[in-house]
């Protein structure tokens, strides 16, 4: 079955303890993101990767990092989470160019306390 | 500055009302414009409308895309209970198209 697969679906976690969340996606997809969901302000993109190796920026990138090391994994880090960053994450992945829906995980929503 | 600008916020139907959903969007380089419904999960597709589909219909859902107002809509005709969730309009509004924007949604209730 053509997935993308975040884990964990929940975490809680105290300031300041560097955490990782994992996403794979088996559809071959170029282009993966993460984007984070907070009430009232939408889904908001903070990295996307349009192949291995290469990451950009989204609009909120403070506080987090990712890699692209193979084609079907996008890991996000906090390094150093902070109660801010509570929220619900989404990786998404697509074939890219811009003509190709996005398609997401379920989701993993953060706690920090 | 918003890219993506949906309304209303919020709306409540009775079941068998019809609905529509506005989506508006600023855009450089026009790719594409996605519709996504989300329950208490992740969003899920339901259509994509580019220059060369500016209308899709799937059961009672449509879109339509007026690529000179930038304007998107979503109708719902003959609504159900199982209709009700928040609906996302998307676009990959960059001058790459690398950078997928979302609108903040409208949450549609629709009661029996």
């Known amino acids: 079955e053509a997935q993308v697969t975040q884990n964990p679906r929940y975490l809680i976690t105290v300031t300041g303890k560097k955490l990782t969340v994992t996403c794979s996606q088996n559809?071959?997809?170029?282009?993966m993101s993460w984007y984070r969901q907070d009430p009232g302000l939408g889904l908001r993109q903070i990295y996307y990767s349009m192949n291995v190796e290469v990451t950009d920026k989204g609009d909120v990138p403070e506080g987090y990092k990712v890699s692209r090391k193979e084609k079907r994994n996008f890991p996000l880090i906090l390094e150093s989470p902070s109660p801010n960053q509570t929220s619900l994450y989404f990786c998404?992945?697509?074939?890219?160019?811009?003509?190709?829906?996005?398609?997401f995980g379920n989701g993993t929503r953060l706690t920090v306390t | 500055e918003d890219k993506v600008v949906q309304s209303p916020l919020s709306l409540v139907v009775h079941e068998g009302d019809t609905v529509t959903l506005n989506c508006s969007y600023e855009?450089?380089?026009?790719?594409?414009l996605l519709w996504y419904k989300q329950e208490k999960k992740a969003p899920t597709f339901l259509f994509m409308l580019t220059s060369s589909g500016i209308e899709k219909k799937s059961g009672r859902l449509s879109s339509i895309l007026d690529k000179k107002e930038l304007f998107s809509i979503l109708n719902i005709t003959a609504t159900q209970t199982g209709d009700s969730a928040v609906y996302l309009c998307a676009g990959p509004l960059s001058n790459t198209g690398n950078q997928f924007y979302f609108g903040t949604g409208t949450s549609l209730t629709v009661i029996p």
């Open positions: 559809m071959n997809h170029e282009y």
């Open positions: 998404a992945s697509s074939l890219g160019t811009g003509n190709s829906p996005l398609h």
């Open positions: 855009v450089t380089n026009f790719r594409s």
